[in-house]
């Protein structure tokens, strides 16, 4: 047997079947039920003594239930004495909830690393943290891994007569920068005015789009209200085409009704969180080598990072 085993929680058992199939390494077993009152009950079904134990388990909806499992299980396996105890969070709930941004609200994200580290995490993995410097809430290791790698070649392959990157707000400069100097393509900017939470208005374009294929570039796509308008804007103002690339398909609410609905020719995401609803639209890409690779590196010690320069 190998030194290290991997377990699923009930979140994305998809993913956690395709990076176990990467690793050529079965899924270890628990058992996870619920009480009647909704209490999570998990017996893990095998010995962990001395293992290096990876758990994957993305904190996507239902978030409260999936983030309970996650520490319920680190807990079961800190108590079966697992030597190590790595959380693979593709997706990082209530991350957007990173500084007070008015007063009297909560630091959300920092309260769940708090919870996670208590309840017996050694080190996290996770795919585009909303704010990178969520990493600082940790005092454990944590490799926040670039969604990138997944959607270069993808772009590559499009073969587009005159791409241009764009970020659909001023906060997402510095990730679409990052994708304009790896493809060589020049970048734009939507400009929008965020009225209150999962609301936005665009307001302008900063930067020439006329006669261009638009590559919108996010961490997230939620209720697909500013990849819409930001498609329709570029596309007033003469783009080609839009495509938007997003790590994570949180697609709540009306997110389907307007994507079908909208001017955005394509949206391409990764396979963090497990779609409720297929559409025409949307093309899924698949993070279990990436993230299979990533478990391989860690337990065997070596270089995460090496991973990212050598394919970006």
């Known amino acids: 047997m190998s030194g290290y085993m991997i377990f699923s929680g009930t979140s994305n058992p998809e993913l956690s079947e395709e990076i176990a199939k990467y690793l050529e390494q079965p899924l270890s077993q628990a058992t996870i039920k619920r009480f009647s009152d909704g209490e999570i009950s998990i017996q893990i079904a095998e010995s962990v003594r001395g293992k290096d134990v990876f758990i994957i388990q993305p904190t996507s909806s239902p978030a409260n239930d999936n983030l309970m499992e996650l520490l319920i299980m680190t807990d079961a396996l800190k108590r079966s004495s697992a030597n190590s105890i790595t959380a693979v969070v593709p997706y990082y709930g209530y991350a957007r909830q990173?500084?007070?941004a008015a007063p009297r609200v909560p630091i959300t994200a920092k309260l769940v690393a708090n919870l996670m580290?208590?309840?017996g995490i050694t080190r996290m993995v996770t795919v585009d943290l909303h704010a990178s410097q969520i990493q600082g809430f940790f005092d454990i290791p944590v490799d926040n891994l670039y969604g990138a790698i997944l959607f270069m070649d993808y772009i590559k392959a499009k073969n587009f007569k005159n791409p241009v990157i764009a970020s659909p707000d001023i906060g997402g400069v510095a990730r679409a920068r990052y994708f304009a100097n790896k493809l060589g393509l020049d970048?734009?900017?939507v400009d929008k005015r965020r009225e209150?939470?999962?609301e936005s208005e665009v307001m302008n374009i900063i930067g020439e789009v006329e006669g261009k294929d638009v590559i919108l570039i996010d961490d997230m796509v939620?209720?697909?209200?500013t990849m819409v308008k930001a498609a329709s804007a570029l596309k007033?103002?003469?783009a080609t085409s839009v495509m938007a690339c997003c790590t994570h398909p949180v697609l709540s609410g009306p997110a389907y009704e307007r994507l079908e609905a909208g001017e955005l020719d394509e949206l391409v995401v990764a396979n963090t969180i497990?779609?409720?609803k297929k559409s025409k639209k949307i093309k899924m890409l698949s993070t279990a080598s990436?993230?299979?690779e990533v478990i391989r590196r860690v337990h065997n010690n070596e270089s995460v990072n090496s991973l990212f320069e050598a394919n970006t």
Request: aromatic share 0%; net charge positive; hydrophobic share 45%.
């Open 274 to 276: 497990p779609m409720t």
């Open 117 to 119: 580290e208590v309840a």
């Open 187 to 189: 970048m734009v900017i």
């Open 236 to 238: 007033k103002l003469g």
């Open 196 to 198: 209150k939470a999962n």
């Open 98 to 100: 990173d500084r007070k």
């Open 222 to 225: 939620d209720t697909a209200g």
């Open 290 to 292: 990436m993230l299979g």
